[in-house]
């Protein structure tokens, strides 16, 4: 049965399921042990509960616990392969680039700039360069920390090795 044409009765036995063993509660209490960030808990736990419910009919009375359960940990497992694998869609780098700049500039000095900059902050590695990018726009490490989940000593590290490549770059290219 698809999930529009549930009665009243599915449903009130699910919130009776839901509260009765605290679900809730048991699936951020088996979150919080495996590490997972507060503010991941909560979706975690709703996507559980949707995949519970899709499929409430189908799954016996004493498994529904354990289906909340799996779902939740396959959920977390999920969000940290894509954590581990993401690669940014948007470069930073195409929004720092575009933005707009003293129209008393020359448009072909200014175009070539650009472009050195590109390519010289294209060659770092792609962590450094998002944060190199982030501490253009005026992003203390703090914050970038906390947008890209690393530690700020790391953001502060990856920056030092930015700078230290770029400045190596840089003496490279002007004695050529």
Do not use: C
Not at 5 to 34: C, H, S
């Amino acid at each position: 049965m698809s999930t529009a044409n549930r009665t009243a009765q599915d449903r009130a036995d699910f919130t009776a399921f839901v509260k009765g063993e605290e679900v809730e509660a048991d699936l951020g209490k088996i979150l919080k042990k495996r590490g997972v960030k507060p503010q991941d808990v909560g979706d975690i736990t709703q996507y559980a509960l949707m995949r519970l419910w899709e499929r409430w009919d189908t799954t016996p009375k004493d498994d529904r616990l354990r289906l909340a359960r799996r779902a939740a940990r396959h959920r977390w497992i999920d969000i940290l392969r894509s954590k581990h694998h993401h690669n940014p869609v948007v470069d930073p780098m195409d929004t720092w680039l575009t933005e707009t700049v003293d129209p008393a500039s020359d448009p072909a000095t200014l175009a070539t700039q650009r472009q050195l900059v590109r390519a010289l902050v294209n060659s770092l590695p792609a962590t450094q360069r998002t944060v190199f990018v982030y501490t253009l726009d005026g992003m203390p490490p703090r914050e970038i920390a906390k947008e890209l989940e690393l530690m700020e000593s790391t953001v502060r590290s990856h920056l030092r090795h930015g700078r230290n490549r770029l400045r190596t770059l840089l003496v490279a290219d002007d004695s050529a």
